[in-house]
């Protein structure tokens, strides 16, 4: 059979190793990648007379490898070249068809060039440019909601021993009017040491409520703040943590909020995708965001053509085990996608 040459490259994070076999499976040239410049055109150069000494233009395999591979696979893409991506979970365990025991970078990419040659690699999609930056933003997205979360918990378990019952007052840790209180007074003897008037002030600005609620909240606060100064774990600390804390969770959330926006702005961009958003949105409980993130996952919808496989691609699959008579009964699923 007539092949044409093909690129194995490993990629790892500082470089990546590149290994063009010939037709007839012979190393035609090896190279090892530093993502610079220079690196990638002497890498280009190789691939280029590659594709002179056996008049086709290579194939170039790599696998996903966290982000890494991605300048790669941008380089080379702009350059004309077919460049298969493939997920590192299914090259890893065809890797081994050799009995040796070798483990090496430069192997490792003469491998991934072979397993090509066997046809049972199956591509991974890699997203365009619109479809990876909504992944990206909504994946960062995520990042910060948790950030903000696991700081309304520190902010908690400050408040439950320099401030108990603080929470009896504010529900919401981390709303704007709670954050506002506590920036002015972080502790409970700041906040009795200051007048009544200033407490209400501070409460009806950042709640944009009436005086009746602010003096209501403020008389609950002060009370709290009594009972405070009795049962409280007291630290000289407590006042730098609890306003740290609270200058954190006011830059997360105006983080999440610009991300949002970025996010809203590139939706109305993508009109081929405004009919994929509608149809998620018609599921009860997902909105706009949540659409984005699941369009963000998968992709092009039309790669799927069967539902047991975008099951299997958020990792929804159950897993089997059998050996010889022995057939599981409780078995889990594979998790094995993605974990957004």
């Given at each position: 059979?007539?092949?044409?040459?093909?690129?194995?490259i490993?990629?790892?994070?500082?470089?990546?190793?590149?290994?063009?076999?010939?037709?007839?499976?012979?190393?035609?040239?090896?190279?090892?990648?530093?993502?610079?410049?220079?690196?990638?055109?002497?890498?280009?150069?190789?691939?280029?007379?590659?594709?002179?000494?056996?008049?086709?233009?290579p194939?170039?395999?790599?696998?996903?490898?966290?982000?890494?591979?991605?300048?790669?696979?941008?380089?080379?893409?702009?350059?004309?070249?077919?460049?298969?991506?493939?997920?590192?979970?299914?090259?890893?365990?065809?890797?081994?068809?050799?009995?040796?025991?070798?483990?090496?970078?430069?192997?490792?990419?003469?491998?991934?060039?072979?397993?090509?040659?066997?046809?049972?690699?199956?591509?991974?999609?890699?997203?365009?440019?619109?479809?990876?930056?909504?992944?990206?933003?909504?994946?960062?997205?995520?990042?910060?909601?948790?950030?903000?979360?696991?700081?309304?918990?520190?902010?908690?378990?400050?408040?439950?021993?320099?401030?108990?019952?603080?929470?009896?007052?504010?529900?919401?840790?981390?709303?704007?009017?709670?954050?506002?209180?506590?920036?002015?007074?972080?502790?409970?003897?700041?906040?009795?040491?200051?007048?009544?008037?200033?407490l209400?002030?501070?409460?009806?600005?950042?709640?944009?409520?009436?005086?009746?609620?602010?003096?209501?909240?403020a008389?609950?606060?002060?009370?709290?703040?009594?009972?405070?100064?009795?049962?409280?774990?007291?630290?000289?600390?407590?006042?730098?943590?609890?306003?740290?804390?609270?200058q954190?969770?006011?830059?997360?959330?105006?983080?999440?909020?610009?991300?949002?926006?970025?996010?809203?702005?590139?939706?109305?961009?993508?009109?081929?995708?405004?009919?994929n958003?509608?149809l998620?949105?018609?599921?009860?409980?997902?909105?706009?965001?949540?659409?984005?993130?699941?369009?963000?996952?998968?992709?092009?919808?039309?790669?799927?053509?069967?539902?047991?496989?975008?099951?299997?691609?958020?990792?929804l699959?159950?897993?089997?085990?059998?050996?010889?008579?022995?057939?599981?009964?409780?078995?889990?699923?594979?998790?094995?996608?993605?974990?957004?």
């Open positions: 059979m007539n092949f044409g040459p093909v690129a194995g490993d990629v790892s994070k500082r470089f990546s190793d590149m290994c063009i076999l010939s037709p007839d499976n012979k190393i035609f040239a090896q190279e090892k990648i530093y993502h610079d410049e220079t690196s990638i055109n002497r890498a280009n150069t190789l691939l280029q007379k590659a594709e002179q000494s056996f008049s086709s233009k194939i170039i395999v790599m696998e996903s490898t966290s982000h890494y591979h991605l300048i790669l696979f941008q380089f080379f893409s702009e350059h004309g070249y077919d460049v298969i991506v493939v997920n590192p979970l299914q090259s890893s365990s065809m890797k081994d068809f050799s009995i040796r025991k070798r483990k090496t970078d430069r192997v490792d990419a003469f491998k991934l060039a072979m397993m090509y040659r066997t046809k049972t690699l199956r591509p991974s999609q890699v997203p365009q440019t619109a479809m990876r930056a909504l992944r990206q933003l909504c994946r960062e997205r995520v990042e910060f909601l948790n950030d903000v979360s696991s700081y309304k918990n520190r902010l908690t378990a400050f408040l439950d021993q320099a401030f108990p019952g603080y929470d009896k007052v504010f529900s919401d840790l981390g709303g704007i009017t709670s954050c506002a209180v506590l920036v002015h007074f972080p502790t409970p003897a700041i906040l009795l040491a200051a007048e009544e008037s200033e209400v002030e501070v409460i009806a600005a950042a709640s944009k409520s009436g005086h009746g609620f602010a003096k209501k909240k008389e609950l606060l002060i009370s709290a703040a009594q009972q405070a100064q009795t049962l409280g774990i007291h630290s000289c600390a407590d006042e730098t943590l609890i306003v740290c804390t609270i954190m969770l006011r830059t997360l959330s105006e983080s999440v909020i610009q991300i949002e926006k970025a996010i809203d702005n590139l939706l109305a961009q993508m009109k081929e995708i405004r009919n958003v509608s998620l949105q018609s599921i009860p409980g997902i909105g706009s965001h949540s659409a984005a993130l699941l369009l963000g996952e998968i992709g092009d919808f039309t790669l799927f053509k069967k539902p047991k496989q975008l099951a299997a691609y958020f990792g699959d159950p897993s089997e085990r059998q050996s010889g008579t022995f057939r599981g009964t409780k078995n889990k699923i594979s998790k094995r996608g993605s974990p957004y």
